[in-house]
T-cell receptor, first 114, second 113 residues
Framework: KAGVTQTPRYLIKTRGQQVTLSCSPISGHRSVSWYQQTPGQGLQFLFE???????NKGNFPGRFSGRQFSNSRSEMNVSTLELGDSALYLCASSLGGYSNQPQHFGDGTRLSIL | DQQVKQNSPSLSVQEGRISILNCDYT??????FLWYKKYPAEGPTFLISISSIKDKNEDGRFTVFLNKSAKHLSLHIVPSQPGDSAVYFCAASASGGNTPLVFGKGTRLSVIA
């Protein structure tokens, strides 16, 4: 069974640019969550999408946005990039129903801002 | 305000011995807890979970214990193997897992041969 796939794996951008990251969840999973991991920090929750609707949102500025498509694939967009946005961005998928189901992570996109 | 705390940034254990990783939480609404393992350049891998209706869950060499009154959980790895060397994250959520996971900052486990 294929896992969560994130593309691209690495990305280098400059300040002020925008970027779009992609996530394909495990087949049958309807929930997709995005996290940011920076050095020395745990995983900080960005947002969660379920059936194309944003269900939960973390405490990040509006420059961070996302969407989910009808096939459950998700994209995350960051506009007007800042140096502090350099991080590993992780996507996780789960069945998403009202039950205790673990989230399964992709290998992440490492974003570097110059 | 850190709702999930892993107070030991690192831990070293001899191969074959028990590894005990600890995690404390402050939010009494948390009712679903998970442990993840992360190798460099890979995403976190789900290890084991426990819901608040239980106080212990086992899966092979991995056992998670939950002490709700102390708001404390621990992961036991027995016996420890060199391949277990990784960063371990504790995570928690409320409402049976239907709210965002809150992660600790991780504990780096080194298993020495």
């Amino acid at each position: 069974k294929a896992g969560v796939t994130q593309t691209p794996r690495y990305l280098i951008k400059t300040r002020g640019q925008q970027v779009t990251l992609s996530c394909s969840p495990i087949s049958g999973h309807r929930s997709v969550s995005w996290y940011q991991q920076t050095p020395g920090q745990g995983l900080q929750f960005l947002f969660e999408y379920f059936s194309e609707t944003q269900r939960n949102k973390g405490n990040f500025p509006g420059r961070f946005s996302g969407r989910q498509f009808s096939n459950s694939r998700s994209e995350m967009n960051v506009s007007t990039l800042e140096l502090g946005d350099s991080a590993l961005y992780l996507c996780a998928s789960s069945l998403g129903g009202y039950s205790n189901q673990p989230q399964h992570f992709g290998d992440g996109t490492r974003l570097s801002i110059l | 305000d850190q709702q999930v705390k892993q107070n030991s940034p690192s831990l070293s254990v001899q191969e074959g011995r028990i590894s005990i990783l600890n995690c404390d939480y402050t939010n009494s609404m948390f009712d679903y807890f998970l442990w993840y393992k992360k190798y460099p350049a890979e995403g976190p891998t789900f290890l084991i979970s426990i819901s608040s209706i239980k106080d212990k869950n086992e899966d092979g060499r991995f056992t998670v214990f939950l002490n709700k009154s102390a708001k404390h959980l621990s992961l036991h790895i027995v016996p420890s193997q060199p391949g277990d060397s990784a960063v371990y994250f504790c995570a928690a959520s409320a409402s049976g897992g239907n709210t965002p996971l809150v992660f600790g900052k991780g504990t780096r486990l080194s298993v020495i041969a």
